[in-house]
């Protein structure tokens, strides 16, 4: 029998295959066929800053409207402790799933300001959340904002967080440093117990007819699991935390290449939009029997055995393939 489990977070997992941040988490009937499919955890939808502020503004907007009304409406009025918004629904989902699965459950939490909605980390973890995630999603469009500002803006976010939780905290973050390993290791220095590589940035797109922009959500393609895979694989052994890969994990190969490389676990989104919760079990059973052809025990002895720190030409992870790839390139004719 092959062992499958993995440590991420400090938890002690029973595979390496964690569903992602989706609608399909943030679904009771759909998160339990994922755990009835194998997964070993699930990471909940984001609570969105923004989501937050605009609710905020709403509520603000009822209630100073409904003053300027009569007498009576006033006793309409919502009283924010009675009411039924984002936060509120997003801790009774986590609530019931807690109440309902064994699995551990990753709360996550999305922003990019200092502006308290980091706070709510300490009500998810009352709610029971396992671990938190916080996916700072910054498109850093500012020329005049450097990239040691950028970096700050992270640190500054995890800091605060850190301050209300004491459950592990891992950080999503985009492949867009000028030094993806050194912003990895200041995260571990200021108190992350891991990071997820990479988060995808949806890209705007242009409508020629009516030259509007607008933002499109395209499903991910396995060819991105590649940028995963090597980051995974540069950093594996001259950092201590966590490592999760996401991005293009749609077939067992990537992700078996991504262990090999280092990683703890594999999140996966897009392929189980496509193909359902129950391709978690297929993967699973592709994976055990991989594992077994290559004669492994366990997870544990496979994983990073391919890392940076393990190959015999280490150079390949880095520039020096990058000569050969080009040349190697014949142009037919
Ligand atoms: C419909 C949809 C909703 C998503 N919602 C979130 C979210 O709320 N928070 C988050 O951090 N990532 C979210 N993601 C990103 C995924 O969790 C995942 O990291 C990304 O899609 C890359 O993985 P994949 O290639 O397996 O899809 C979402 C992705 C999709 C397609």
Same mark, same amino acid.
């Given at each position: 029998?092959?062992?499958?489990?993995?440590?991420?977070?400090?938890?002690?997992?029973?595979?390496?295959?964690?569903?992602?941040?989706?609608?399909?988490?943030?679904?009771?009937?759909?998160?339990?066929?994922?755990?009835?499919?194998?997964?070993?955890?699930?990471?909940?939808?984001?609570?969105?800053?923004?989501?937050?502020?605009?609710?905020?503004?709403?509520?603000?907007?009822?209630?100073?409207?409904?003053?300027?009304?009569?007498?009576?409406?006033?006793?309409?009025?919502?009283?924010?402790?009675?009411?039924?918004?984002?936060?509120? =629904?997003? %801790?009774?989902?986590?609530?019931? %799933?807690?109440?309902?699965?064994?699995?551990?459950?990753?709360?996550?939490?999305?922003?990019?300001?200092?502006?308290?909605?980091?706070?709510?980390?300490?009500?998810?973890?009352?709610?029971?959340?396992?671990?938190?995630?916080?996916?700072?999603?910054?498109? !850093?469009?500012?020329?005049?904002?450097?990239?040691?500002?950028?970096?700050? @803006?992270?640190?500054? %976010?995890?800091?605060?967080?850190?301050?209300?939780?004491?459950?592990?905290?891992?950080?999503?973050?985009?492949?867009?440093?000028?030094?993806?390993?050194?912003?990895?290791?200041?995260?571990?220095?200021?108190?992350?117990?891991?990071?997820?590589?990479?988060?995808?940035?949806?890209?705007?797109?242009?409508?020629? /007819?009516?030259?509007?922009?607008?933002?499109?959500?395209?499903?991910?393609?396995?060819? /991105?699991?590649?940028? @995963?895979?090597?980051?995974? !694989?540069?950093?594996?052994? @001259?950092?201590?935390?966590?490592?999760?890969?996401?991005?293009?994990?749609?077939?067992?190969?990537?992700?078996?290449?991504?262990?090999?490389?280092?990683?703890?676990?594999?999140?996966?989104?897009?392929?189980?939009?496509?193909?359902?919760?129950?391709?978690?079990?297929?993967?699973?059973? =592709?994976?055990?029997?991989?594992?077994?052809?290559?004669?492994?025990?366990?997870?544990?002895?496979?994983?990073?055995?391919?890392?940076?720190?393990?190959?015999?030409?280490?150079?390949?992870?880095?520039?020096?393939?990058?000569?050969?790839?080009?040349?190697?390139?014949?142009?037919?004719?």
């Amino acid at each position: 029998m092959i062992d499958l489990s993995t440590q991420y977070l400090g938890l002690k997992l029973k595979n390496p295959l964690v569903p992602s941040s989706s609608p399909l988490t943030g679904n009771l009937d759909d998160a339990k066929r994922l755990e009835d499919a194998g997964a070993a955890a699930i990471v909940l939808p984001s609570l969105f800053e923004e989501s937050l502020h605009y609710e905020q503004k709403q509520l603000e907007k009822y209630v100073y409207s409904q003053a300027l009304g009569n007498y009576e409406a006033e006793s309409f009025h919502p009283v924010p402790a009675d009411y039924n918004g984002e936060l509120d =629904q997003y %801790l009774e989902h986590l609530l019931q %799933l807690k109440a309902s699965m064994e699995i551990p459950v990753i709360a996550s939490l999305n922003g990019v300001t200092d502006s308290g909605w980091i706070n709510y980390g300490r009500e998810m973890m009352q709610a029971g959340a396992d671990a938190l995630e916080l996916n700072v999603y910054y498109v !850093a469009a500012d020329p005049e904002e450097t990239g040691e500002l950028v970096e700050h @803006r992270y640190v500054h %976010l995890l800091n605060q967080l850190r301050s209300h939780v004491t459950i592990p905290v891992t950080m999503k973050l985009s492949s867009q440093f000028s030094s993806v390993g050194n912003m990895v290791k200041k995260l571990q220095l200021f108190g992350a117990d891991g990071v997820v590589l990479f988060n995808r940035f949806y890209q705007p797109d242009i409508d020629l /007819e009516t030259l509007s922009i607008s933002p499109q959500l395209e499903l991910s393609s396995a060819s /991105e699991s590649l940028l @995963r895979i090597r980051w995974i !694989a540069l950093i594996r052994s @001259r950092v201590e935390l966590s490592l999760a890969a996401t991005g293009g994990f749609h077939d067992v190969d990537s992700i078996i290449k991504a262990l090999l490389a280092g990683a703890d676990v594999v999140y996966l989104c897009s392929v189980l939009l496509e193909k359902g919760p129950a391709y978690c079990a297929e993967l699973l059973t =592709q994976l055990e029997h991989w594992l077994n052809e290559h004669e492994y025990e366990s997870v544990q002895q496979m994983k990073g055995s391919v890392s940076q720190a393990c190959v015999i030409n280490p150079a390949v992870y880095e520039h020096s393939n990058y000569v050969d790839v080009i040349k190697s390139f014949h142009l037919k004719r």
